[in-house]
């Protein structure tokens, strides 16, 4: 039951709350329940991030402590307590199962997540949001409890909700890749836009004159093709001084071979003679339609992929991509959100991981020279 008695106005808001925490009764020696952040926020007339503050403080203490799924106590002097060195509980937003490259890549990013946790013992709990309810409630009820210290997001599905309830209650979280192209704060990912600036360096360092971007949807509905588009772009406009990039648009998943195969039909004759595609799921589909047009690669169209995740895995090692740098970016995300934990959950500038390129195969020497293969 939420006590009436409330300390004076006049103390700072985070005094007031621990105070009124402390001076819970506690009878025979066992702990006594606590209010939610929430409630005690709205009992006290405080923020509900200075609650979170106080009680992180005291848990770490050892004055409080948090049974899953029933509520935070306050600990008698003296009494077992969690210790300040227990593993802080970290969760990932639930990324439904899909087919291709994505799952891969999500495969590969949790399994270099846990193993650079172990090997640098930092004392992590990495557990998953379920797929059954809104993933911001989760968050909001795991928060109250006390059961959440920090989130890795993976903005591969809709995601903003999410970040504006961690941002709500100032939980620190690392968002791997920017959710969306305005994001400037929060993240860890691979420079795209440099990535794209060297494709454009190595198409221009070719002669390439007739250069198309195919993607899977708009430009501005993904970072990553935004940026892989502008890096694209200034690399063009600065070696060459023109800037002419046609946007090839492919949605429709099961129609793609048919689809990319009839955009080549129909500029026979002033077919591109370099082309980046931002999927991977492009890539093969369109090497097809090449083969069945009689269009030699490289020597009439260079061919580059986004993102090779696991060359020896793929079959396609030899082909021109782009090597995701897994280890890099999933140990800067770790480095980021520990930064952030350290500091209460304020912000910090979004961090890019440099990138390389593998393969070969699709584009002339020239090119494998400026991309460094």
């Known amino acids: 039951m939420m006590q009436t008695t409330t300390p004076s106005v006049r103390q700072r808001p985070s005094d007031r709350v621990r105070?009124?925490?402390?001076?819970?009764?506690?009878?025979?020696?066992?702990?006594?329940?606590?209010?939610?952040?929430?409630?005690?926020?709205?009992?006290?007339?405080?923020?509900?991030?200075?609650?979170?503050?106080?009680?992180r403080d005291l848990k770490a203490k050892g004055r409080i402590t948090t049974?899953?799924?029933?509520?935070?106590?306050?600990?008698?002097?003296?009494?077992?307590?969690r210790p300040a060195s227990a593993r802080r509980k970290v969760f990932f937003n639930h990324i439904a199962a899909t087919k291709g490259k994505e799952s891969?890549?999500?495969?590969?990013?949790?399994?270099?997540?846990?193993?650079?946790?172990?090997?640098?013992?930092?004392?992590l709990e990495f557990s998953a949001l379920d797929?059954?309810?809104?993933?911001?409630?989760?968050?909001?009820?795991?928060?109250?409890?006390?059961?959440?210290?920090?989130?890795?997001?993976?903005?591969?599905?809709?995601?903003?909700p999410l970040i504006v309830a961690c941002e709500e209650l100032q939980v620190p979280y690392v968002s791997i890749h920017p959710p969306n192209p305005e994001t400037c704060a929060n993240f860890v990912t691979p420079d795209y836009f440099m990535g794209g600036y060297r494709i454009g360096e190595?198409?221009?360092?070719?002669?390439?004159?007739?250069?198309?971007?195919?993607?899977?949807?708009?430009?501005?509905?993904?970072?990553?093709?935004?940026?892989?588009?502008?890096?694209?772009?200034?690399?063009?406009?600065?070696?060459?001084?023109?800037?002419?990039v046609e946007h090839g648009r492919f949605r429709e998943i099961a129609m793609r071979r048919k689809m990319l195969?009839?955009?080549?039909?129909?500029?026979?004759?002033?077919?591109?003679?370099?082309?980046?595609?931002?999927?991977?799921?492009?890539?093969?589909?369109?090497?097809?339609?090449?083969?069945?047009?009689?269009?030699?690669?490289?020597?009439?169209?260079?061919?580059?992929?986004?993102?090779?995740?696991?060359?020896?895995?793929?079959?396609?090692?030899?082909?021109?991509?782009?090597?995701?740098?897994?280890?890099?970016?999933?140990?800067a995300a770790l480095e980021y959100l520990h930064r952030r934990m350290e500091l209460k959950g304020a912000s910090l500038p979004g961090v890019k991981v440099p990138v390389g390129f593998t393969g070969g195969r699709t584009t002339l020497p020239v090119e494998n020279r400026v991309l460094g293969i």
């Open 202 to 244: 190595a198409f221009a360092a070719a002669g390439r004159e007739r250069i198309a971007f195919l993607t899977a949807g708009g430009v501005m509905e993904s970072s990553t093709a935004w940026a892989f588009a502008a890096g694209l772009q200034n690399a063009l406009l600065e070696t060459t001084g023109r800037v002419a």
């Open 67 to 81: 049974k899953a799924g029933d509520g935070t106590y306050l600990v008698p002097a003296g009494g077992a307590v």
């Open 261 to 331: 195969y009839d955009w080549l039909h129909e500029r026979r004759g002033r077919l591109p003679d370099a082309i980046f595609c931002h999927r991977h799921a492009l890539f093969e589909p369109l090497l097809e339609a090449l083969e069945k047009l009689k269009v030699a690669v490289p020597e009439e169209v260079s061919v580059i992929s986004a993102i090779d995740v696991a060359p020896d895995l793929s079959g396609t090692q030899a082909f021109t991509s782009l090597a995701m740098p897994i280890d890099e970016v999933s140990s």
């Open 131 to 160: 797929a059954d309810h809104p993933e911001e409630e989760q968050v909001r009820a795991l928060f109250e409890a006390g059961e959440l210290d920090g989130m890795i997001i993976f903005p591969f599905v809709p995601c903003q």
């Open 104 to 123: 891969m890549l999500l495969g590969f990013l949790y399994g270099a997540l846990l193993q650079i946790a172990m090997e640098r013992n930092l004392r």
């Open 19 to 55: 105070d009124y925490v402390l001076r819970q009764p506690v009878g025979s020696g066992a702990p006594e329940r606590l209010p939610t952040m929430r409630d005690l926020a709205a009992h006290l007339k405080v923020s509900l991030a200075t609650v979170q503050g106080v009680y």
